[in-house]
């Protein structure tokens, strides 16, 4: 590894994505913890730990330049929906803070093991040479992030007004910014606020300072458990984080061996790394694949930037613990308006046709509506149909 002297701009992004992180995983588990605000304080607070441990092996385990690992907005958005489908299953009972707990670190194994086999038999990269660039239309994968976007934008509906007023304001100023090339300035801004929190109401601000860790506990209501761990939605989380890990592994770009072999034993390592990555972190209850596309696209690629990333993130992170500060609500709420605003941008870049792109929107739309557990069957679907078309109609 080239450990030379960093640049400014690698520690400039490094502090950019350490702040920025933090704030887009505490903003994101207002989304998972929608159906249940009693349990928002307390499971953003395990949230953020398992964001750090997240970080800090897959610094360890994967030694490439722009290695970071985070919990990504696309798989706690789907995290949400599996978290939102517990509420029905036992009539008048609220699943309990414990149930949820166990569920996480259910999930967070099964897709761990998932992907871990995916490796471990040499399938990852049988995967990304072939099904990945072949089988799978790339509007796919634009009507997927569009689905992601809706449902954001739909927990951001649900705001009181005066909140939502100032997310909104706070959002467009965040989408004015990136498209004048001021994506750096949003960093600052949102750590600003932090410091400014103190003078806001209380009923504007996601304070972690105050948490009970048995105050929510209860007993682990198994029924929940095990009804969610064997539906679609588990797989479903499973199949987003092997999309994830597939876009971040282009991303990150890791130097390839000539020799196709080595090619191969390099990018199944890759899979069992994520897989180590979800089961360590799988304590405090969350999943994960590796961030790194932001940090390619501000044009930085340094061994650097994910360990100055982590250290940023730590300070924060002690700083909201061990403090009266907190994240105000109308900046996360605003950060998530202009993620979603990236999401839908990025999900238009996939298509090829305008027939590809209203078929993007329709798989968006039919997500928002009938759940992420639809995207199983649109894969199938089309994988089914290029099977025929190659190996039937062929002939």
């Known amino acids: 590894m080239d450990f030379s002297r960093p640049s400014l701009r690698t520690v400039l992004v490094g502090i950019l994505l350490g702040i920025s992180s933090a704030a887009i995983t505490t903003a994101m588990a207002a989304v998972v913890f929608a159906r249940f605000p009693q349990y928002l304080g307390i499971g953003t607070a395990l949230l953020l730990i398992a964001a750090a441990i997240q970080r800090l092996v897959y610094i360890r385990l994967c030694q490439h330049p722009n290695a970071i690992a985070t919990p990504l907005v696309e798989q706690l958005v789907v995290l949400g929906a599996l978290v939102a489908q517990t509420a029905p299953i036992i009539p008048d009972t609220q699943p309990t803070f414990l149930t949820l707990i166990v569920l996480f670190l259910g999930a967070s194994w099964i897709t761990g093991l998932s992907l871990w086999l995916w490796g471990r038999f040499n399938l990852s990269h049988w995967a990304y040479f072939k099904l990945w660039t072949g089988h799978l239309p790339t509007w796919l994968f634009g009507g997927f992030l569009m689905g992601v976007a809706f449902n954001i934008i739909l927990t951001l509906i649900e705001l009181p007004t005066n909140l939502a007023i100032a997310s909104f304001l706070i959002g467009l100023v965040f989408i004015i910014f990136s498209y004048r090339g001021w994506t750096m300035v949003i960093a600052p801004m949102i750590l600003a606020s932090v410091f400014i929190s103190p003078w806001l109401p209380d009923d504007w601000l996601l304070s972690l300072a105050s948490l009970e860790v ?182």
Do not use: C
Request: hydrophobic content about 55%; charged content about 10%; aromatic content about 10%.
């Open 214 to 395: 048995g105050q929510h506990l209860g007993e682990v209501h198994w029924e929940v458990v095990f009804t969610q761990l064997f539906s679609v939605d588990v797989l479903t989380l499973v199949l987003v984080t092997f999309i994830a890990t597939y876009f971040n592994l282009a991303a990150i770009q890791p130097p390839l061996s000539d020799n196709l072999s080595e090619q191969h034993q390099q990018i199944d390592s890759h899979f069992r790394y994520i897989a180590i990555i979800n089961m360590v972190s799988a304590a405090p209850g969350s999943v994960t694949a590796p961030d790194s596309i932001m940090a390619t696209r501000l044009g930085v690629k340094s061994v650097w930037l994910p360990i100055f990333g982590a250290v940023i993130y730590l300070v924060l992170l002690a700083v909201l613990f061990l403090s009266s500060l907190s994240f105000p609500q109308f900046m996360l709420s605003g950060l998530m308006l202009w993620l979603a605003n990236g999401l839908i941008l990025q999900g238009f870049q996939y298509h090829k046709t305008p027939l590809e792109a209203i078929a993007a929107i329709m798989l968006g739309i039919s997500i928002l509506v009938l759940g992420f557990s639809i995207l199983i069957v649109w894969v199938l679907a089309l994988l089914a149909f290029r099977l025929i078309e190659t190996h039937v109609l062929t002939r």
